[in-house]
């Protein structure tokens, strides 16, 4: 069944470094990919997404591109501040089908 | 801006027990979403429901669960007879379509404690 597979954490950057989270997927069909960011104390809130290969979702800074040929969608971002400190999800969602979570990677900006 | 609410943040109950979680979802969505997540695990689908009847549900949503929505606002979880191992922050969501390229938004999570 389709899965997706994200690094473990806890990330810890110093403010202003380059962040890159690791996310690849399995799905038969051709799913949709999303990052969902939780901050501490609140829900789940939709980062970016994308639908389609070759797609790149950005938000806030942070860019993620659909790759298809290495069924990834890496997490990025130039320059991290302390108020991106919280806990990314990579999921995904066939057509149909609920959204399918990875496990979440914490990630932790020191000023 | 509109939001999922959900209540209470944080349930404390004796195995055994009945519990029912509560959600509001955004007022013009049709699509509700039960979700988990056991502590230190990745985020589990439960159950979907659309147009007042399931539409999807995981193998983790057994019998001792069920949804309802009782009026034109709330969407409940019930777990009728709970388990220490159901213990977990639960989140409901909801979204204007289908999940396919859409997006959902989900409340702030019920923190449930079975002991």
């Known amino acids: 069944g389709d899965s997706v597979t994200q690094m473990e954490g806890p990330v810890t950057l110093s403010e202003e470094a380059f962040l890159t989270i690791n996310c690849t997927y399995t799905?038969?069909?051709?799913?949709?990919l999303f990052w969902y960011v939780q901050y501490p104390g609140e829900g789940l809130q939709l980062l970016l997404k994308?639908?389609?290969?070759?797609d790149k979702g950005s938000n806030k800074g942070f860019e993620a591109t659909y790759r298809k040929e290495t069924t990834s969608f890496h997490l990025e971002k130039g320059s991290v501040q302390v108020s991106d400190s919280a806990v990314y999800f990579c999921a995904l969602s066939d057509p149909g089908y609920a959204l399918n979570f990875g496990k979440g990677t914490s990630l932790l900006v020191t000023p | 801006e509109p939001e999922v609410t959900q209540t209470p943040s944080h349930q404390v109950t004796q195995m055994g027990q009945e519990v029912i979680l509560r959600c509001v979802p955004i007022s013009n969505h049709l699509y509700f979403y039960w979700y988990r997540q056991i502590l230190g695990q990745k985020v589990e689908f439960l159950v979907s429901?659309?147009?007042?009847?399931?539409?999807?549900k995981s193998e983790i949503f057994d019998d001792q669960f069920s949804v309802e929505r009782p009026d034109g606002s709330n969407f409940t979880l019930k777990i009728r007879s709970t388990k220490l191992e159901d213990s977990a922050m639960y989140f409901c969501?909801?979204?204007?379509?289908?999940?396919?390229?859409?997006?959902?938004?989900f409340g702030q999570g019920t923190r449930l404690t079975v002991v």
């Open positions: 969501a909801s979204s204007e379509r289908g999940l396919w390229g859409t997006e959902a938004f």
């Open positions: 994308a639908t389609k290969a070759d």
């Open positions: 429901f659309y147009n007042n009847e399931i539409s999807e």
């Open positions: 799905a038969t069909g051709y799913p949709s």
